[in-house]
C-alpha cells in the first residue's frame, strides 16, 4: 500500500472536482480521510482475520463496491440535510475512496486487491505496479526503506496528484 498520507493527498486533489460554493479546505479534508478509510481493515489483523481473507486488508474495504456504497450514503445524508451539492459530492468522495483501491494496486507486494468483494474474493494488481509497498509497521516508516517509499510517492502521487489539481484550479479560476 501507499502510505496513508500519500492516500490522503491524492484524495484531497478530488476536492477540486467538488463545487466552487463549497469551502474548498473542508471539502479536501473530508476527501483525504475517505481516501485513506479503506486502511481501517488492518484492525481485522487483531481480531485473528487473516490477510487473504475478504474481510482482511485490501479486501472489502479496498473495493469498488465498497467505494459506492459509501458515496451512496453520503449522497443520502447530504441530501437529508438539505445540501444542494449531495449527487456531486457523493461522486466526488466514492472516487476518492476508490482511488485507494487503484493505487494498492499499483504497489509490487502483498496479495492484490478485492475490486469486486462481496461479489467475488479473487485479488488484483494493475499490470504496471512503480509504487514500493509500504510496511504495516510504523516504527518501519523512520528507516531508510520509508524514506525512499516516501520519495516514490511523491514522485509517483504526489506530484501528478497536485499538478492536477493546481491545473484545475487555474483554469476554475479563468473561466
Known sequence: MPTFVSHAVVGAAFACAAPRTLPFASVA?????????????????AFGIPYSHPLGHRGLSHGLPFAL???AFAWLWLRSRGRPHA?????????ACAS????DAATDG?????????????RHFLPWRPIPVSPLEPAAFLSARGAAILAAEIVWLWLPAL??????AWTRRRA
Open 69 to 71: 456504497a459509501l458515496g
Open 29 to 45: 479534508l473530508v476527501a483525504a480521510a475517505v481516501s485513506a478509510l479503506p486502511d481501517a481493515d488492518v484492525i481485522g489483523f
Open 87 to 95: 449527487v456531486s459530492l457523493g461522486i466526488m468522495l466514492a472516487a
Open 163 to 168: 499538478s492536477l489539481a493546481a491545473g484545475v
Open 110 to 122: 502483498g496479495l492484490g486487491i478485492g475490486f469486486w468483494v462481496p461479489f467475488s474474493d479473487a
Open 100 to 103: 485507494h483501491g487503484v493505487l
